[in-house]
């Protein structure tokens, strides 16, 4: 029966369903069906590249990081030739090759920061913007990111101005004017030879007040730019709470401040004070510091809790704020020259907590402050003492005790960390003691021994400029084009670092002290009977001998060292004190122009020389450098004592034609009045110590007065005057 139906159903087809027409569909429809697919796999096609290209480009980039050190040496030369292109003036070129070789430089940030560099130079603001601010979210704790986006978008002048006065689109930007930076930026390598010192952006922006140019428009886009900076951090970068102090107003600042503050204060950052210390610079800002630390300390003090914002309830404090308040107002005090209350204040913070040994070094640099260098030293030491352990306060308490004119124990102190004695320190090119032990010496009237020091500075950097041989091999081997040309620049400006022109410059001046006073060496032993003189000129040999012997010692110890044929500097006595003081200052006059300490220990220099132009020639560049400067007073009232004291001492005087221009500069400096009466208007003008002690230095050169009358002078008036920030008795 199974057979017989299989073979029925093999004989029956299997019904087969019957294809419809599809008659209903017009033609037209049909055609735009077809169409609209072909767009359809043609946008696919298009996107399926489009992908294609940048998994290729990511695949690119995944490469050069996995395997970016087999093309360093491309890398970096593409760089330079970038750097080559810069430096030819034609940015845009140099943009376009930032371009063309992105994926084949290893240096990613770098290569963000000249693009955005780039394009704020060219005058691209909007493209510059975008780009500065993608590196402040990168890394918001980099003031040249939030320099270069305020620049950009116009809130900052430009350190320099172009020639030709570019602007940018207000509608497009917000602001109506932009500043295009045409110096090198802080991305690019130094080009100029003699390269002023840079500041700091906090003293740019509130030393020199460049955010009270800024518009009411102006100022609440730059507000909102950082509320919109701060709401892009789940963790807001200090800089970004830190920057809108600069240039906040009235109760915005108050705020701003306070919540800056608070955080700070419970977790005791003791170097709060230095990160706000450039807004002193502005009287208003001082008040409203001064006051919010005072509530606070008042409010922890009474209720344990911060001053209660409007509509919010009071945080909880934390003893420990007391202490931080006190800490912070005694140097706020300090700043403002305000020892007494500055001593009140770190007195409270040392009884609240005696075990914070930064406090007693804090005392001690009041009284240096204040002038007492002694105390100052005491407490350095008394600190030092609390954690012998700790290099950092017996480094400071160094520089206390050679302040004090204590060198002898500030070398005792500073050897306790070093191997080797005295010797280490020489070795090691610790330049700063050295300077300070000099100038000690100096204070001390052995000017040998402040000589040997000095030279010693200069001799460093003899050392680093020999050393710069060893770094050409390498930086040619290892292809790091870049830094080894800013190696080679700062080589060519290395002469006038502030070392070695605060050493070039005290050693000028001992010289001059020298010709002036050619028996000073020997001591103020004029009014000594015989007797006496033997007897101090006898002291005199055992001291010498007995500091010798300690100096040769030391450098017995020199492990392969060389050994000292001048330990004591007597052979830098032994030279004509005029000639060897001219030879010294030709050094920095060529290597060191853009500096106001360059011109004005020229124009003493040429004064004791007796040059009349090249003394007017250091005065007028003086002048441009810094008119304001205390010594450019002294300069203007010595140079014309001493014209004046010529015409009287010499029947001809001058040359017609010095003569003349002398004159003119006569008219354009003092106009009609007699330096008496200059001296006594800057007198009465001057509002600083510094000024007014110029003022009386200048009264004694011009009157002759004595002692007396000087102090009497000074002190009438020096209470009233805003102190420096230094130790006063070198003005004294």
Known sequence: EYKKTLDKDKKKPFPVKEKKETSNVSSNKRAQLKQKLEKQKESEKAEAEKQAEREKEELERMDHDLFGYLDFEKSETLLYRNLILEESGDLQVALDDLKAIELEVMDRYCLQEKRALFNLKIGNFKQASEQYKALVLCNGDNYDYHRGLQQALGFLPATETSDATTTRD?????VSQARVIRSAGPYTTNTTTNAVPSVSFFDLCGARGLYDKLSEREYGELRSLYKELEGSFTRIPDAVKRLPLEFLRGE??????????????RKGVPSLFNSVRSLY??????????????????????????????GKEAEEGDPCVVLWCCY????????????????????????????????????????????????????????????????????????????????????????????DGDNTLHDMQAMWYELDRAEAYRRLGKKNLALKNYVEVLKHFED????????????????TARAYLGMVRMEDSLRSHQNFVRATVG????????????????????????????????????????EARLVEAKNSGKKGGKKDDDPEGLKLLEVKPLEEALKRYRVIEE????????????????????????MLRCLKRAIAKDPAHPNVHKMIVKFFNFVENKEKEEEGGFHP????????????LLGEKTLKDFNEEYLNKAETLDQFLAGVEMKKEIEKSDSETLFNTLFSKVSSLNPSHKPTHSSF
């Open 170 to 174: 207000s509608e497009t930007m917000g």
């Open 252 to 265: 915005e600042f108050a705020k701003a401040f306070s919540d800056y503050v608070k955080p700070k204060l």
């Open 281 to 310: 610079e502005k009287p208003e800002k001082v008040k409203v510091i001064e006051e919010t630390i005072l509530n606070i300390l008042s409010s922890v003090e009474k209720n344990n809790t911060f001053p209660a914002e409007k």
């Open 328 to 419: 912070y107002l005694a140097h706020h005090f300090d700043c403002l020259g305000q020892t007494k209350a500055a001593l009140e204040y770190i007195d409270r913070a040392i009884a609240h907590t005696p075990t914070i040994v930064d406090l007693y070094l804090c005392k001690g640099k009041f009284y240096a402050h204040a002038g007492d260098p002694i105390l100052g030293a005491y407490w350095g030491n008394y600190a030092r003492e609390l954690d012998l352990a700790d290099r950092y306060l017996n480094v400071k308490c160094t520089k206390l005790l050679l302040r004090a004119d204590m060198p002898e124990l500030a070398e005792d102190v500073a050897v306790l960390f070093t191997k």
């Open 464 to 479: 680093i400029e020999e050393d710069q041989m060893d770094f050409h091999g390498y930086a040619l081997r290892k292809m």
């Open 507 to 546: 050693i000028v001046e001992i010289y001059l002290d020298m010709h002036m006073n050619p028996k000073s060496e020997d001591g103020d032993d004029e009014n000594l009977s015989p007797e006496e003189k033997k007897k101090l000129e006898k002291k005199k040999r055992r001291q010498d001998a007995k």
């Open 591 to 614: 290597r060191a122009k853009d500096l106001f300490v360059t011109h004005s220990t020229g124009f003493e220099v040429y004064l004791q020389m007796g040059k009349t132009m090249l």
């Open 657 to 668: 034609h010095v003569k003349t221009v002398v004159g003119r500069e006569k008219v354009g």
